[in-house]
């Protein structure tokens, strides 16, 4: 999921909500925020915007 989340991500070209990527990937928004939640603790996403996320690279 961690893999899809980035790649919507990367797709959508601008920074997303949870929720864009969860209508983008047609996937449970628990599954979302679980990714979400590793990828901030990994440091792979920034939230250039308040609410909004973007890959770190």
């Known amino acids: 999921m ?3 989340v980035l790649a ?3 797709a959508a070209g ?3 909500s949870a929720g864009d ?3 983008a990937l047609n996937a449970d ?3 979302v925020d679980k990714a979400f939640a590793e990828l ?3 440091g792979a996403i920034v939230s250039p915007v308040r ?3 973007a ?3």
């Open 2 to 4: 961690r893999d899809q």
């Open 8 to 10: 919507a991500m990367r």
């Open 14 to 16: 601008k920074p997303v």
């Open 21 to 23: 990527i969860t209508k």
């Open 29 to 31: 928004r628990k599954e």
């Open 40 to 42: 901030k603790k990994e």
């Open 51 to 53: 609410c909004k996320w």
């Open 55 to 57: 890959p770190a690279n």
